[in-house]
């Protein structure tokens, strides 16, 4: 004999999965022609085919839902690969962190970080601290080896690396290219290597 509401959850949640997946796609899309200040979950609902209920039922502001959006095209894991350098290392992660913080999403939730405590809090639980911690373990690992020197402050020196590029995409709005990345991380190199 089946049981209903076993029936009821398994069709139940591919379809929530569905409509997350739709609000979160309609949101991201939305960012590419609407400013954060004028997206609306009226407009959210709309392109995605959900109702507002619905929406406020998984995030209670379009900010969640924002950094819902921010967390569902990013990787929150670092995955170094052994057999590149540090520079190149370095190189893709910046090179993904920029992919993202060029975009609308990227920058209308570093806009709304600011004035939003508790999801700063939650992005660098989430999103932050992940990353940075992988990147203090590769440049402890390159200390091991004695590629990276061993008097350097690892935390300073990823304040640095990652500064600049915060500080040019937020303060000066320009967009970082490669040829920036390439110089800010041989800048960056020159100051930590062993010689």
């Keep these: 004999m089946h049981n209903p509401s076993t029936q009821n959850k398994s069709v ?11 609000i979160i796609q309609a949101t991201i899309s939305l960012l590419d022609t609407v400013p954060f200040s004028n997206l609306t979950i009226e407009a959210i609902a709309k392109q995605s085919g959900v109702s507002k209920a619905t929406i406020y039922r998984w995030w209670p502001n379009k900010e969640a839902l924002l950094f819902a959006a921010f967390l569902h095209v990013t990787s929150v894991e670092v995955n170094f690969e052994p057999a590149l350098s540090i520079e190149e290392n370095f190189r893709q992660v910046i090179a993904e962190l920029v992919a993202i913080l060029n975009r609308p999403l990227g920058r209308a939730l570093f806009a709304v970080l600011i004035d939003q405590p508790e999801l700063l809090s939650a ?15 590769l440049l402890a690992a390159g200390q091991a080896q004695q590629v990276i020197r061993a008097d350097i402050d690892l935390d300073k020196s990823l304040d640095m690396l990652f500064g ?12 970082v290219d490669t040829d920036y990345i390439t110089a800010v991380i041989a800048t960056f190199m020159q100051g930590i290597r062993h010689v």
Aim: net charge positive.
């Design 123 to 137: 992005f660098q639980t989430t999103f932050f601290a992940a990353k940075r911690q992988a990147a203090k373990q």
């Design 12 to 22: 139940g949640r591919p379809r929530s999965e569905a409509a997350k997946t739709a």
């Design 164 to 175: 600049a590029v915060y500080l040019r995409v937020f303060l000066y709005t320009e967009v």
